[in-house]
């Protein structure tokens, strides 16, 4: 009796929101082993990482990236251990990094130029890890801040989604840098949070201040001396509000507008302080940078090993659970980097 | 009898659109040489620059320089000819180029830290170029397209206000680099003397495409690759549609936004491009790179002194002329740098 994969598909396009519409729960079975071509690898998926970029790929329109091809498994980071092997590099046992998508086990082709499969080590760093701090989102936030925002000792940097998978790690780096950081989150849970266990030194909750004179108000006081670095997760009234603390020459790495992502018009206010300030606005997208990709997991996984950098996780249980899990993510439901657990 | 030196003095801050009535004409006296400190240099200006900058410095907002102060005579770039001195450095006759601002002659603290006066060699180089495509528009274009834009021969770069000093240097820089470079100015004139006698691929009217969607689409046929590179001088709607047609990694320089100097929102529609396309964008000041100046004006001086850089100028006649010119110059009525001829 075989085993059965269930999966998780791109059934349609989103008009505005997103929906558990737009998904599709499918079965198919897994190969055996003389199933499987030479260079191929099966892997069982522990967990599936769940991203906000993930919802700009549902779209069909000019992005960075092609739009996700509809009636195919929805694409996404994912650690798992080797079960069967075709590949002299891969032995079942082995535990692994790559982007097996919304499904409980993949057939990787790890000879085909492109593919990603990466054996981990956990020894001193958690399995999941490989898919937060110690994976893409930390590398994201080590980049935007190190290779874009280049803090100095002194300097006010604010990260927005600031308990998230990317902007705790941002903070974290930059306080360690010898910085002023400071949050922008959603309630006050989270804010704590960034506060008491991350040690930022301030966070604003702008779901306690939703008019953007009170959240502006908020944020002037939480920066006294302006802010010189942001790192850009959010967009919308935040950025706004952002931009008019700038100091001179301030950087801007843009990382993330998860507020735009269903369509709204998103404009920002004015423009002009890019000017004024003579500010550096920067959109990244760390894929591109792979280059920084050993330097930045030494340090990060150096860091989590140490737990010199903290991190937190909101796990969803089962592949099933897949789809309401990523609309809460995109709605900020999820508190850290949200996993799907799949065994 | 004394010789009467005309000036004329920020009076009051506009309230929206400037007018003349935020300027005043006064009279003093010209000093004798002994009425003259050590270090201090009588100059007779032959021109006087008007550029778009100095709308800013009447605000009383913060921006990148403090504003202008009320009843002090109007800055400005000036240049003229040494009458009298009491510097070793500086010889009646000498020509110079300095800051003197709006008034047909300037006593000079040449020793004073931060008092910019050079001497100018007019052998090859027009005198009133030292204001323009050899002075700081000249310096501005250089700095905006060789250190921000880096363009690479073969891309597509657009400059907004192309006949203007600095755009006009902006797209013959990037021509001779090798780019596609695609103008926007306002009317047929301005437009055809961009391609014609500048020599650029294209140029977009806005003037002629006042509807947003009308001018994109004038845009997108003169930019047929996208855009690389763009040199903002202006702001507002063709800020918007450059935006839209920005290709991946481009770059933009911010160097001017005179679409928003009376205080007007302006808005940028979608700053999310910026993280789309993994976009560069980047104020800055000419003044705050004085660095750059000794090999951006040889390169200047050069292709001007060879008739590679053709430059074209307004010249308005007589001190009292100026403040009128300035508002012209607001509303785009100039073609080419805008000077006042005082001799």
């Not at 890019?274 to 920084?292: D, Y």
Request: glycine fraction near 12%; include cysteine.
């Amino acid at each position: 009796m075989s085993i059965i994969n269930h999966q998780i598909l791109l059934a349609s396009r989103p008009q505005g929101e997103a929906s558990v519409d737009n998904f599709k729960l499918v079965e198919s079975p897994v190969p055996t082993l003389d199933q499987l071509a030479d260079g191929q690898v099966l892997v069982r998926h522990h967990y599936l990482s769940l991203d906000p970029y993930m919802r700009g790929r549902m779209n069909d329109s000019k992005s960075y990236a092609e739009p996700h091809a509809l009636g195919t498994v929805m694409m996404g980071g994912t650690v798992g251990e080797v079960l069967l092997s075709k590949h002299p590099k891969f032995v079942p046992g082995d535990m692994v990094l790559g982007m097996g998508g919304w499904q409980e086990y993949a057939v990787v082709d790890a000879n085909v130029r492109g593919v990603m499969l990466h054996k981990v080590d956990t020894t001193h760093i958690p399995l999941s890890a490989y898919l937060g701090s110690v994976g893409m989102p930390g590398v994201t936030a080590w980049y935007g801040l190190n290779k874009i925002i280049q803090p100095k000792a002194g300097e006010t940097v604010v990260v927005s989604a600031a308990s998230g998978a990317v902007g705790s790690v941002v903070g974290q780096l930059a306080k360690a840098q010898g910085c002023r950081v400071v949050g922008v989150a959603g309630g006050p849970d989270k804010c704590r949070y960034v506060v008491d266990e991350l040690g930022f030194d301030a966070c604003v909750d702008y779901k306690a201040h939703p008019d953007p004179r009170a959240f502006y108000k908020a944020l002037k006081e939480a920066t006294p001396e302006g802010i010189d670095g942001y790192f850009e997760n959010v967009g919308g009234m935040i950025l706004d509000a952002v931009m008019l603390r700038m100091n001179a020459f301030g950087r801007m790495a843009m990382c993330g507008m998860i507020a735009g992502y269903n369509g709204e018009p998103m404009p920002l206010q004015n423009p002009a302080l890019i000017l004024v300030n003579r500010l550096k606005v920067e959109g990244f997208i760390v894929s591109e940078h792979t280059e920084v990709w050993p330097e930045a997991t030494l340090t990060l996984g150096t860091m989590v090993a140490t737990g010199q950098l903290k991190f937190r996780e909101s796990v969803a249980q089962g592949i099933k659970s897949a789809p309401e899990a990523f609309l809460g993510l995109l709605k900020g439901h999820n508190f850290g980097k949200q996993l799907v657990k799949l065994i």
